[in-house]
């Protein structure tokens, strides 16, 4: 959409930190401070989300800090994901390096091989899997719908990097993936002039909770990168 101020039909950059309330607690479009809000994210989000086919988007300073918003705002210490055993090194680094540090575990599976799946899955524990397809850099290919069933029938949430693909040529949410995720900083950025990331899906109560992790850590993308994104 143009800017609502100007009409401009591209947003423009808004390079600020703080946006005047016209009293306590009223807010002039419903901003206060720029790591909760910024006029050229919000341009950026929505547009990612109408791409995407979902509800609800949130830009991030890169892909591996959308990715760790998602793990947080859905994993606590004890609980299990499963993972593809073909994905991008930065990814597994997370899971393995960082989030096994505070008690998130986890199992590198086939996802290809549905039997596989449906072992690793733990009822009640498990409670992402994760696939990327295409793979980074190998290029895997998963069959998104039928790993999405069996993740939904193990009480889990499939999440999908969309790093490769883009929008343009697969929308994993249409396909019954819960949540998509991105390092805009490759295709949809596209000038290797960015860095950044990005978290499609469609469940309110999920996006809520990633919304506050985004919030609450801060790691959002700045308002330049978004514009340029």
């Known amino acids: 959409d143009p800017d609502p101020t100007t009409g401009a039909v591209i ?12 009293a306590v607690g009223d ?61 991008y090194g930065g990814s597994y680094r997370l899971f393995n390096r960082i989030h096994r540090e505070w008690g998130i575990e986890f ?15 733990k009822p009640g524990v498990t409670k992402l899997v994760w696939i990327e397809t295409p793979s980074n850099p190998m290029m895997t290919i998963f069959d998104i719908g039928a790993i999405a069933r069996i993740a939904r029938e193990g009480g889990a949430l499939s999440v999908v990097d969309n790093t490769f693909a883009t929008p343009y040529l697969q929308r994993p949410l249409e396909l019954g993936a819960d949540i998509a995720v991105h ?4 295709y949809l950025g596209g000038h290797s002039d960015i860095l950044g990331g ?23 993308s ?8």
């Open 11 to 22: 947003p423009p950059v808004y390079l600020t930190s703080t946006h005047r309330q016209d």
């Open 27 to 87: 807010l002039r479009g419903g901003y206060e401070y720029n790591r909760g809000g910024n006029p050229s994210r919000d341009a950026l989000q929505a547009a990612l989300a109408s791409l995407e086919g979902g509800r609800f988007a949130y830009s991030f300073s890169s892909g591996l800090a959308a990715e760790d918003a998602i793990i947080r705002a859905t994993m606590k210490p004890g609980d299990h994901a499963v993972l593809a055993n073909d994905m």
């Open 107 to 121: 199992d590198v599976v086939d996802l290809n091989d549905s039997d596989a799946l449906r072992a690793a899955i």
């Open 183 to 186: 390092s805009t900083t490759k």
């Open 198 to 220: 990005a978290v499609v899906l469609n469940d309110g109560d999920v996006a809520e909770k990633i919304g506050f992790v985004q919030f609450a850590v801060g790691a959002v």
């Open 222 to 229: 700045g308002a330049f990168d978004a514009w340029l994104t």
